[in-house]
């Protein structure tokens, strides 16, 4: 039988085959071959619930472990925890460099005052320019994006993912953590990997996470996983330009004109630095 990973706990399992589950183990090949499933996976499995065979991936993250994405919701906060645009930024490289199409999903904008809200609402309007974007409030707008998509939902501890499936779905009653405001994080309540059947798709409820490395990718793969920077790049003075120290760089120009977004270019600096 063929089917899709929609859940891990440990060394467990659950497959789905034609909307029936079958908690499985894997073969111990696969430890030894260093290949552990995940949650998303196209597997074979056998008449006893082995494992057997897993389908070549089209992607895969490491943080959260999943394969197989279409899409990635960035649930994104803006207050409690506080609005973090380099890690939003280091995680739309990342979704880019693996093809998958991120979407961001600000929340908790009823916490802002009037100040904080115009200052927010700047940057909502210049990612807007390059992706989709939403607030959870806009509920409707959500559940549409996930008809026939395998959607990972991602972003810093305590921005309100498992909220909002339980908005998607009150049935699932998901439970949500209260944030540390010492730390300025929540606690992470989710503990496995776990695929949920909901809006005619199948959406990943993940582990929240504050920091992420991008030791894996190239200085060259994070500017071009910049989508803003391949608009303009062609007018820089030299082909390869890393839009740092080159002269004549159309990315700094535009920079200066405020049709790059200030903390996107600082944030891009620090990435290629590391």
Do not use: W
């Not at 996976?41 to 999943?66: A, F, G, Q």
């Not at 059947?197 to 582990?207: H, K, R, V, Y």
């Amino acid at each position: 039988m063929t089917g899709r990973i929609i859940k891990t706990i440990s060394n467990e399992y659950t497959v789905l085959v034609d909307d029936k589950e079958y908690k499985c183990k894997a073969r111990g090949v696969f430890k030894n071959q260093n290949i552990t499933p995940l949650a998303g996976d196209i597997v074979d499995i056998t008449d006893d619930l082995v494992i057997n065979n897993i389908h070549k991936r089209k992607n895969e993250l490491i943080r959260p472990s999943i394969s197989n994405v279409d899409q990635a919701f960035i649930i994104t906060s803006v207050k409690a925890p506080k609005f973090l645009t380099d890690l939003l930024d280091k995680l739309l490289v990342v979704l880019e460099f693996n093809n998958i199409k991120p979407i961001i999903c600000f929340t908790k904008l009823d916490l802002l005052n009037k100040e904080e809200l115009d200052v927010i609402n700047k940057y909502i309007n210049y990612y807007k320019q390059l992706y989709d974007v939403y607030n959870n409030q806009e509920i409707d707008e959500v559940k549409n994006c996930f008809k026939d998509k395998v959607t990972v939902l991602t972003g810093q501890s305590g921005a309100g993912k498992s909220t909002l499936l339980n908005k998607l779905d009150d049935k699932l009653n998901i439970k949500t953590g209260a944030i540390s405001l010492k730390l300025d994080r929540g606690k992470n309540t989710t503990t496995c990997v776990s695929l949920l059947s909901l809006c005619d798709g199948l959406i990943a409820d993940t582990p929240g996470f504050t920091a992420l490395s991008l030791n894996t990718l190239s200085k060259t793969a994070i500017r071009d996983n910049f989508k803003e920077f391949n608009l303009y790049k062609e007018n820089c003075e030299y082909r390869d330009c890393m839009h740092d120290k080159e002269t004549n760089c159309e990315i700094k120009r535009r920079v200066e004109t405020g049709e790059i977004l200030t903390t996107r270019y600082y944030n891009y600096l620090n990435f290629i630095k590391n």
